[in-house]
């Protein structure tokens, strides 16, 4: 009798976690994965175990050697196999669990895109001037695309084969910008909720200081200032 081979479930919904040394907050976060989800913890040159802690732990480890964010996150939305995925950092100051109503928000289709928008949970949650850098941002973001969003943050969700369409291009600080930017551009419905941000697990890699804050910033800035035309040629480029 012929054996018969089945492939794995697909997993409900993936959550991709861009990580850079997080072993003291890999814990917390990969215990708040909602059940029947599969975490992706894209690690971007930890030194500290992170990947090996995380495997452990039960997360599947994507290797992105490339540095950067969008790197890292990027790496994540191409490895991932389900229908609806999610964006997390990896350092504790975002509960995964809260993403539970955004993915039911796209699986019904109210919303293409969900974004969290932080509210920050005791002292040092968010820093005066990542909260500045990002005021900033949010302001030019609504005068380039008419957006009214108060936040940029990482926490969101929204279905994998139209985020490949968008065709990312940033792999720094502008990633996540940029996908805002590329789905109002393609006319994504983009709606905000608010989430408790908590002070994170370790040192920042990109807002811990001004410096990082506004070299952040430019990166963004520079996703800003490309013309929607842009957005159409990816689109097109991927039909």
Known sequence: MRAVTTSPPSPDVDVVLPCLDEAGALPWVLARIPPGWRALVVDNGSTDGSANLARALGATVVHEPRRGFGAACHAGLIAATADIVCFCDCDASLNPSLLLPFVREVADGHADLV????????RGAWPAHARAG?????????????????DLGPLRAARREPLLTLALTDRRSGYPLQMVVRAADAGWRITEHDVPYLPRTGASKVTGTWR??????????????????ATAAAQGSRR
């Open 115 to 122: 974004l969290g928008r932080r509210r920050p949970q005791g």
């Open 212 to 229: 990082g804050t506004w070299q952040a910033v430019r990166d963004m800035s520079r996703v800003l200032n490309e013309p929607p035309a």
């Open 134 to 150: 990002n005021l900033a941002l949010a302001r030019m973001l609504r005068r380039r695309t008419k957006v009214r969003l108060h």
